[in-house]
Every structure is written in structure tokens, then in C-alpha cells.
């Protein structure tokens, strides 16, 4: 069954799962004054690795949808680029999803940087009791419907070394703005809830 359309439907998907994405990233209200940020050469350094993560998923494509191309038999099948796309298209929606609950959730107290501002609350519940960098995972489930839709295999590895790398640095610039907030009742979440890959229940 021959499927011209899938690929450009696919890429299509993907690319206003993208946009959607950016446009709630973007969006917010006007906020009070902070108190506290945490603006280093770190948190840059981390932001410019994540968002090089997109790109290398991207820009680094394989011919076709089908991972498996060229490998023969029931490898070859239409079933496996309507599979694919499929996977592709519900890890970057339900990302979308993910992201647009994790941002109500937070309500004022979302920023896009590292901030604490007046009044600040630690939040630890909601998808903050799974997570406590809950966007990261949303980020990763965006990057990962690239990944699995469009992505070459050395693509795919670029582009979740770059996301790791870049995630580990504002992870590790959050906490540290966090901790010198709210003490003892931060440490104590950080050992209960892992940074942005839930554990098994």
C-alpha cells in the first residue's frame, strides 16, 4: 500500500505540535517583581543546548519514515510507517498536553527562567509530585516526537546529548535557587522526587 501523503501529514503534525508548543511557552500574564533569579553562564549555556536539540532532530533526517528501511520482509510493510508516524505524532500532542497542565498548574508562579518571586510557594503537587522539572519532561516528549518521526539515527543520538547536557545545567541552577529558598522542605522533595524522569510507581 503505497502512502505518499503520510510523510508530508507527519511533518505537518509535527510541525504545529511545534508551534503550539512555543505558543504556550511564550504566553503569560505580567508578573510581580522577583526577589531572587538565577541568570548564569550555566543556565545559558544549558538554554542554547536545548533548543540546538530540536534542530540536530530536524535538520539530521532519514530517507523516509520507516526506520527500518532497506531491512526487508515484514520490515518494509506499511503498518510499520503508519506505527511510526503515530508514535511520532501522540509523543509530541500529549507533550503539548502535558506541558499546557504542568503551566496551569504552576499558575503565577510560572516564569520561563530560574525566578522566585515575592510570596513564592513550593509547589510539590500535581505533576510536580512525579517531577520537579516537569516542563523538561514535556520539552523531551516534544524532542522525542522529532526523534521518532524524522530523526537519523546519529540525529537522534545528537540531539538527546545536546537535551541531556543543556537540561543538567538549568536543573542544576534551579535546585540550587530552590534550595536557598526554601531549605530543608527543598532538600527533603529533591530526595523524594527525581529532576525530570519519573521513577516507575
Known amino acids: 500500500?503505497?502512502?505518499?501523503?503520510?510523510?508530508?501529514?507527519?511533518?505537518?503534525?509535527?510541525?504545529?505540535?511545534?508551534?503550539?508548543?512555543?505558543?504556550?511557552?511564550?504566553?503569560?500574564?505580567?508578573?510581580?517583581?522577583?526577589?531572587?533569579?538565577?541568570?548564569?553562564?550555566?543556565?545559558?549555556?544549558?538554554?542554547?543546548?536545548?533548543?540546538?536539540?530540536?534542530?540536530?532532530?530536524?535538520?539530521?533526517g532519514r530517507p523516509g519514515i520507516n526506520p527500518f528501511r532497506g531491512k526487508g520482509g515484514a520490515w518494509e510493510g506499511a503498518w510499520i510507517e503508519i506505527l511510526v508516524a503515530l508514535?511520532?505524532?501522540?509523543?509530541a500532542y500529549a507533550s503539548v498536553l502535558f506541558f499546557a497542565s504542568v503551566k496551569k498548574h504552576l499558575g503565577k508562579?510560572?516564569?520561563?527562567?530560574?525566578?522566585?518571586?515575592?510570596?513564592?510557594?513550593?509547589?510539590?503537587?500535581?505533576?510536580?509530585?512525579?517531577?520537579?522539572?516537569?516542563?523538561?519532561?514535556?520539552?523531551?516528549?516534544?524532542?522525542?516526537?522529532?526523534?521518532?518521526?524524522?530523526s537519523s539515527l546519529a540525529g537522534a543520538i545528537a540531539a538527546l546529548v545536546a537535551f541531556t547536557a543543556g537540561t543538567a545545567l538549568r536543573v542544576r541552577a534551579e535546585d540550587r535557587l530552590l534550595a536557598e529558598t526554601f531549605g530543608a522542605k527543598f532538600e527533603e522533595y529533591r530526595k523524594r522526587v527525581p529532576a525530570f524522569i519519573p521513577k516507575p510507581r
Open 87 to 91: 508514535l511520532s505524532v501522540l509523543a
Open 109 to 150: 508562579h510560572w516564569a520561563l527562567g530560574a525566578r522566585v518571586v515575592e510570596g513564592h510557594e513550593l509547589v510539590t503537587d500535581g505533576p510536580y509530585a512525579r517531577v520537579r522539572h516537569p516542563l523538561y519532561l514535556a520539552m523531551l516528549g516534544l524532542l522525542a516526537g522529532a526523534m521518532i518521526g524524522v
Open 1 to 60: 500500500m503505497n502512502m505518499p501523503f503520510l510523510p508530508k501529514a507527519l511533518m505537518g503534525a509535527l510541525i504545529l505540535a511545534n508551534a503550539l508548543f512555543i505558543a504556550l511557552l511564550m504566553v503569560h500574564k505580567p508578573r510581580e517583581a522577583t526577589s531572587k533569579s538565577r541568570g548564569s553562564r550555566a543556565v545559558m549555556v544549558g538554554v542554547i543546548l536545548q533548543t540546538l536539540s530540536y534542530p540536530a532532530a530536524w535538520l539530521a
